[in-house]
Nanobody, 123 residues
Framework: VQLVESGGGLVQPGGSLRLSCAPS????????MGWFRQAPGKEREFVAG????????RYADSVKGRFAISRDNTKHTLYLEMNSLKAEDTAVYYC?????????????????WGQGTQVTVSP
């Protein structure tokens, strides 16, 4: 399985971006998916996750109310809508696929990772 993220870029504080992730397998809809991010000098951290059918989502406290994770299983695509972006949201964002039905927060619960896409929030 390969995961390919897109949609990153440079945006001003308060702006918005939408990230996409397209797995290569057609069994996409059976897997829980997540978004993580890693800022320079920091550990990779959980941002948001969504169950296979989209019924359950989880968010990191730092992005609640600003970010929204969603998926379109007919298009085999995962999304992360990011609004009211802050400088501290600057990081490389990764999508990841889990073998579990629950939406976990830990890195080791996700077994396939994309290459990442850079998001930079700066004036």
């Amino acid at each position: 399985v390969q995961l390919v993220e897109s949609g990153g870029g440079l945006v001003q504080p308060g702006g918005s971006l939408r990230l996409s992730c397209a797995p290569s397998e057609r069994t996409f809809s059976t897997y829980t998916m997540g978004w993580f991010r890693q800022a320079p000098g920091k550990e990779r951290e959980f941002v948001a996750g969504i169950s296979g059918n989209g019924d359950h989502t989880r968010y990191a406290d730092s992005v609640k109310g600003r970010f929204a994770i969603s998926r379109d299983n007919t298009k085999h695509t995962l999304y992360l809508e990011m609004n009211s972006l802050k400088a501290e949201d600057t990081a490389v964002y990764y999508c990841a696929q889990s073998l579990h039905a629950f939406v976990g927060l830990a890195l080791d619960e996700y077994h396939v990772w994309g290459q990442g896409t850079q998001v930079t929030v700066s004036p």
